[in-house]
């Protein structure tokens, strides 16, 4: 299916040490302004999200978000009018609701963005990656801050009943970028 050294095609998890507790009053917060993601079909998916920009201005999303600019992360926080359905403000506090198995994010390549910075606030929770034929090369399982390679490999997320809750930031670095500044930087 995958081998060790091609992983890092799809994702280059982090070192670095965090604490969930610090987010978890950004669900209650927040949790009014959720929307849903609805198929092509209209069908709700069960994932929500928030794109409020005050969320921006929360003190551990201003805390991060310097961190990794710091160390040469790029973000952009303008809505991107110019991509309609996208939906994208660079950033998303996101929840998942699968109901049923038939539920699940459909395989997609991002158009809008050539990575994520993902920080994992439940467990478990998993991302799949495939081929264009939609053979599944990579099941990754989330235990730490991650990047994913959101616009470079198509993925997708299947069914799990478990609630599934995470921090993403659109990174605006090239992959070998991030592998590069992950590998220097974060060792």
């Known amino acids: 299916m995958y081998?060790?050294?091609?992983?890092?095609?799809?994702?280059?998890e982090t070192p670095i040490g965090y604490?969930?507790?610090?987010?978890?009053?950004?669900?209650?917060?927040?949790d009014n302004e959720f929307e849903m993601y609805h198929s092509k079909h209209g069908i709700p998916l069960g994932l929500e999200v928030v794109y409020?920009?005050?969320?921006?201005?929360?003190?551990?999303?201003?805390?991060w978000i310097r961190y990794f600019e710091k160390i040469g992360f790029k973000f952009n926080f303008?809505?991107?009018?110019?991509m309609p359905g996208s939906g994208q403000a660079g950033f998303q506090?996101?929840?998942t609701n699968f109901q049923e198995?038939?539920?699940k994010v459909d395989i997609h390549q991002d158009n809008f963005r050539p990575a994520g910075l993902i920080i994992p606030l439940s467990f478990?929770?998993?991302i799949q990656w495939y081929d264009n034929e939609d053979n599944l090369l990579y099941d990754h399982n989330y235990t730490k801050i991650t990047f994913i390679n959101a616009g470079g490999q198509r993925h997708g997320v299947g069914y799990s009943p478990e609630p599934r809750w995470q921090f993403q930031l659109d990174c605006f670095n090239s992959w070998d970028e991030i592998?590069?500044?992950v590998q220097i930087s974060l060792s």
């Open 78 to 82: 303008e809505k991107d009018e110019s």
């Open 93 to 95: 506090l996101v929840r």
């Open 179 to 181: 592998k590069e500044i």
């Open 52 to 63: 409020n920009p005050n969320i921006l201005k929360e003190p551990i999303i201003q805390y």
């Open 124 to 126: 478990p929770q998993r």
């Open 101 to 103: 198995e038939a539920v």
């Open 19 to 30: 604490n969930i507790d610090e987010f978890s009053y950004l669900y209650d917060k927040y």
């Open 3 to 12: 081998t060790e050294r091609s992983r890092d095609n799809f994702v280059i």
